[in-house]
């Protein structure tokens, strides 16, 4: 059973950027298909990006070109680099695992997730 812990979240400007890191226990994580998810302020959680296990990357169109999700199974832990921030990224990260197999067409949706972090805050102001 994966243990998911979160981090690198913060407070940051418009533009800037952040590394967020979903180091796993007790499993190991190249194992599992890995995706972010977010939720902001009076809005639905939503998946943002996901990799599978083979290396396989989804996006949502609202990240796509500035959100980067890799792994480093050496370090048992899944990365997703967030650049051009904007108030709108102003969220709760969490990242979730599963061991199922999952379809990339599916893979942003939480329903296909078994295991999570309890998340990691981004604020972004302007």
């Known amino acids: 059973q994966a243990q998911l812990v979160e981090s690198g979240g913060g407070s940051v400007l418009s533009g800037g950027s952040l590394r967020l890191s979903c180091a796993a226990s007790?499993?190991?994580?190249?194992?599992?298909?890995v995706g972010w998810f977010r939720r902001a302020p009076g809005r639905a959680r939503e998946g943002v990006a996901s990799?599978?296990?083979?290396?396989?990357?989804t996006y949502a169109d609202s990240v796509k070109g500035r959100f980067t999700i890799s792994r480093d199974n050496a370090k048992n832990t899944v990365y997703l680099q967030i650049n051009s921030l904007t108030p709108d990224d102003t969220a709760l990260y969490y990242c979730?695992?599963?061991?199922?197999?999952?379809?990339?067409?599916?893979?942003?949706?939480?329903?296909?997730?078994?295991?999570w972090g309890q998340g990691t805050q981004v604020t972004v102001s302007s």
């Open positions: 979730a695992a599963s061991q199922r197999s999952i379809l990339l067409s599916q893979s942003l949706q939480e329903g296909k997730y078994d295991y």
């Open positions: 007790g499993s190991t994580l190249s194992n599992y298909h």
């Open positions: 990799i599978g296990r083979g290396g396989s990357t």
